[in-house]
């Protein structure tokens, strides 16, 4: 999938992911998507309720061995 | 925004495990568009102060409270040092070396430290309020406390907290 930005949040937990992920998007423009790689395990549930909260859309979440994969597009 | 949700936290603790639980919840919700706002009252004014040094931890009393080391092979990080309260009571500088010990713990977990914690909420602009009484009654100074912390009492905090969605008290 393409992206614009990508962010590390691998090894960093509740609620660094979250925090970078929404000073990452701030320096977004709308409609541009942000890669973010984590470790956390409850990140996916928090990617999913930030999404759900802030109306960014998460254009998907994917996991791989002890690493998720999100993308946001910016609203 | 009138429809801006908000978020309004009394903040009572002066300890470094519970000076988390506001300051995650107060940056996280600002994060997600909530206007928040921290009273900081009692022994949670400790968490304002420019030098967060006497934030500490103490196992003493606290059964909930796991004590294992951050270091080691997995067998001795796996052991929980359940020491009986007498003992903890009579070793001095039992808290520094719990509280070292929880601060290698938090940074092996990559959990954020309380001093950047408090930043990226004042970066998010949560703003926090002290509690004028409680300053004086403990003997502080304004000098005493960070940049950018309000002074006002009771009304103060319900001022906001009247109209807020979700009102912690912590």
């Known amino acids: 999938m393409n992206f614009d930005k990508e962010l590390d949040a691998r090894g960093l937990n509740c609620p660094l992911p979250i925090l970078r992920t929404k000073k990452s998007l701030n320096e977004m423009t709308s409609g541009q998507t942000l890669k973010v790689i984590a470790t956390d395990p409850g990140s996916v549930k928090d990617f999913a309720a930030f999404a759900k909260q802030t109306g960014n859309e998460l254009l998907s979440s ?3 061995g002890s690493e998720y994969t999100f993308f946001i597009q910016k609203k | 925004m009138d429809d801006q949700k908000k978020l309004a936290i009394i903040a009572t603790k ?12 107060a940056s996280t919700a600002a994060a997600l568009g909530y206007e928040t706002q921290i009273f900081f009252t009692f022994y949670g004014l400790q968490m304002l102060r420019k ?4 934030l500490k931890v103490s196992p003493l009393g606290n059964p909930g409270m796991p004590m294992k080391m951050p270091f080691g092979p997995k067998w001795f990080k796996d052991i929980n040092w359940n020491i009986p309260n007498a003992v903890q009571s009579l070793v001095p500088f039992y808290e520094n070396v719990a509280t070292t010990l929880m601060k290698q713990t938090i940074k092996n977990n990559g959990v954020a430290t309380i ?7 004042q970066e998010a602009e949560v703003k926090f309020i002290a509690c004028q009484m409680t300053v004086e009654l403990f003997g502080f100074e304004h000098g005493d406390f960070i940049d950018g912390v309000e002074y006002g009492g009771a009304a103060t905090f319900f ?5 807020s969605d979700i009102c912690l008290f912590i």
Do not use: H, M
């Open chain 1, 62 to 64: 994917a996991e791989s």
């Open chain 2, 14 to 25: 002066g300890t470094l495990d519970w000076a988390y639980p506001p300051f995650i919840l």
């Open chain 2, 51 to 54: 030098d967060l040094g006497g």
């Open chain 2, 115 to 121: 001093p950047e914690l408090r930043e990226l909420c």
């Open chain 2, 159 to 163: 001022e906001f907290a009247g109209e």
